[in-house]
């Protein structure tokens, strides 16, 4: 009998944990892809093997290359794999934070469940759906956390104190030496080692001698790996410790800049994540989105009601204020030591989309220091229960929603790709292919997106150097890049991918908000983008592109790879209009027509004014000028790159209009704002 509660006490926890993290990210788990460094890690695996990871890593994160070389060849290159993988070691996190807190506060069961649970749905870090990124990189954290659960055990049990002691070192280094997103959390190690031989330690000398000879194998690590960071940063990290150079040149700017970003991401993490929780209530419709999102949260509000209160029947009947009291504060403490290796690279904490991946580390001390105050001003236990049931729910909500922007941001990513093959069905191998911007670059990078580009047009690549390029002029990788005009020599590596290629080999694309990608003819008026900000590299990109680098007779066009983006529909406006356009560059007049008489009859039509002008160029080739004038007459451009395309085209076939339709056209181009 004894044996079966046993079980259930650790059962009922761990299923627990895991219906909450599969209700916060497991919807979307299926309609997910790779983003920004997923795809070229996963294209380094799928063109060279788990092998070169480490030249991936080297002058980065040498260490590194260790986790990636086991994790990659169990899971491979499946998107589904990984989200799935993802929500496993999430769940492994907390599961062994849950442990950890249960062996330091064993009297505690409410307290440890509720902060575990909080930590596996806590809103701040929205970097979840990064998944193959980030999966590896919970495995570290509940590797690591196992280095606190080994101390403790070391601490309790002296016959095995020797190998518990080992295996707690060697998972703090896996925590650690790896990545250093965890390293400042080392801090805490002392804190608890000391709370924990004050059980048995009656003198405080007793207790620090005792602290600092448990601490020191630990210490020693810590510190060994501290030194080879300092000494060995320029040549194998590529984050540099910038804290230290900016001590040198301006010792209180840096130190008050130090201090205003620590207290600013304390805030961010702490405070305002939780308020920030309204956001689940937010946007609430008659519609199966909203109805799920409600659906989702009263189950995890049931759940973790129900395991909360399981939990907390066997908790001490008066809480300790107290004690209480110290883990805020130390919940606290770990908040700013989970800050350090952040803050001495220079960079920002804080909840904005770049910066919230820092947040990870600083979770757990904003989960225990949350619960540890509703403790403390809650007697109540069904008060209390219900109040944390809440937070989980309103997390889960929240965690759902940012699922959904990942997946709008997917869609996008596979609709760019999509259009892309239709209207170039294959590419000159060599070619580059550039943007200003895209709308979904907040999740995609250049680089990222080099990857499915080589993957979809040349699926058989095994070698350097690559045939494809994908470059944001407006991102960094123009860092590594010639000046944007004709005829320069482009010779890019980046991590193990080598390009060779020319300036004047270029396709310039442009995807506007609302309608269908652009592969932009090298005349196109620079006017198109002047309310753009970006509008000078618009400039500057347009006259490289070189539209004879589409190979328009292809035998065999280009496919998306379904095990990456699933199947694709060709039920769309978009499918007409780049058929048209690769039609409009093969002057094949009259299939034009028929495309958007076929777009018509299935009822689509153009999304934007411009989306009119390969019918309206048809129309004039084949001797149809009033109709094309009529069509026109009829268009309203939404924006300027609608309007400087219309003006455009009617400037270079203002001759093909008859006399008596001048004025016609001029009334038109008038009302346009053609010259203004």
């Known amino acids: 009998m004894q044996n079966k509660s046993r079980t259930l006490e650790i059962t009922i926890p761990a299923v627990g944990l895991l219906i909450i993290c599969a209700l ?6 299926g309609k997910l892809g790779f983003f920004i460094d997923d795809w070229y890690i996963i294209w380094t695996y799928r063109t060279f093997g788990a092998g070169k990871f480490v030249e991936f890593f080297r002058g980065d994160r040498p260490f590194f290359s260790l986790i990636y070389r086991i994790f990659i060849p169990l899971i491979k290159d499946s998107p589904t794999s990984w989200q799935l993988f993802a929500i496993f070691t999430k769940w492994l996190s907390a599961l062994s934070l849950w442990v950890l807190l249960r062996l330091l506060l064993p009297n505690k069961r409410w307290f440890a469940l509720t902060a575990s649970a909080l930590f ?3 809103t701040g870090f929205k970097f979840h759906y990064f998944a193959v990124m980030y999966a590896q990189n919970y495995a570290i954290f509940a590797i690591y956390l196992f280095s606190y659960i080994f101390m403790v055990l070391a ?14 070192i060697i998972c703090q280094f896996i925590g650690i030496v790896p990545m250093e997103l965890y390293y400042g959390l080392e801090l805490v190690r002392p804190i608890i080692l000391f709370l924990l031989l004050s059980e048995e330690k009656e003198t405080l000398k007793a207790k620090l001698f005792a602290t600092a000879r448990f601490w020191l194998p630990y210490f020693l690590l810590f510190f060994g790996f501290t030194l080879f960071r300092v000494f060995f940063s320029s040549k194998l990290f590529s984050y540099q410790i910038s804290f230290l150079d900016q001590l040198v040149s301006n010792p209180l700017g840096s130190v008050k800049r130090l201090v205003m970003n620590a207290a600013s991401g304390w805030y961010e993490s702490s405070i305002k994540v939780w308020i920030q929780l309204r956001l689940a209530l937010s946007g609430l419709r008659a519609n199966s989105q909203s109805a799920l999102r409600v659906l989702l949260m009263a189950a995890g509000f049931l759940s973790a009601g129900y395991i909360f209160t399981k939990a907390g029947r066997k908790d001490d009947s008066e809480p300790d204020n107290k004690q209480s009291l110290w883990i805020a504060v130390i919940g606290s403490f770990a908040v700013f030591a989970g800050m350090i290796p952040v803050l001495i690279a220079g960079l920002e904490i804080n909840l904005s989309f770049l910066s919230n991946r820092f947040l990870l580390p600083l979770s757990i001390g904003a989960c225990l220091s949350l619960v540890a105050l509703i403790e403390l001003l809650i007697r109540n236990k069904h008060a209390k229960t219900i109040i944390a049931a809440l937070l989980i729910a309103l997390s889960i909500g929240v965690n759902y929603l940012n699922g959904l922007e990942f997946q709008k941001a997917w869609e996008r990513q596979k609709d760019f790709f999509v259009q892309l093959t239709w209207r170039a069905p294959q590419i000159t191998p060599g070619t580059v292919l550039i943007a200003a911007d895209l709308p979904f670059s907040l999740y995609f990078s250049g680089s990222s997106l080099t990857a499915p580009l080589n993957m979809i047009y040349a699926p058989d690549l095994a070698d350097n150097p690559i045939p494809y390029q994908m470059i944001l002029a407006s991102s960094p990788q123009m860092l590594s890049m010639p000046e944007l005009k004709p005829n320069r020599e482009i010779d890019r590596t980046a991590r193990v991918f080598h390009f060779v290629g020319n300036t004047s080999d270029t396709l310039t694309l442009f995807v506007p908000e609302n ?5 932009l003819d090298p005349n196109t008026d620079p006017k198109s983008f002047r309310s753009d900000r970006y509008a000078d590299l618009w400039a500057d990109i347009i006259p490289l592109s070189n539209l004879s680098r589409i190979e328009v007779e292809a035998p065999i066009a280009a496919n998306l790879p379904a095990q990456y983006f699933g199947s694709v529909s060709v039920d769309t406006w978009c499918y007409y209009y780049q058929h048209a356009a690769l039609e409009q560059q093969k002057e094949n007049w009259t299939e034009i027509i028929a495309l958007y008489e076929q777009a018509e009859q299935k009822g689509y039509r153009p999304n934007r004014a411009d989306e009119w002008l390969p019918l309206i160029a048809a129309q004039i080739k084949l001797g149809q000028t009033p109709t094309a004038l009529s069509i ?4 309203v451009p939404s924006d300027e790159f609608d309007v400087q395309s219309l003006c455009h085209f009617w400037q270079e076939h203002a001759a093909q209009v008859a006399q008596p339709s001048q004025q016609k056209l001029e009334e038109l181009t008038k009302r346009w704002g053609c010259g203004q």
């Open 632 to 635: 026109s007459n009829k268009l």
């Open 120 to 122: 596996a749905v806590y």
């Open 515 to 519: 309608g269908c990608l652009k592969v």
């Open 24 to 29: 916060a990210y497991g919807l979307t788990a």
């Open 155 to 168: 601490v309790r049990n002296p016959k095995r104190r020797l190998l518990f002691t080992v295996l707690g």
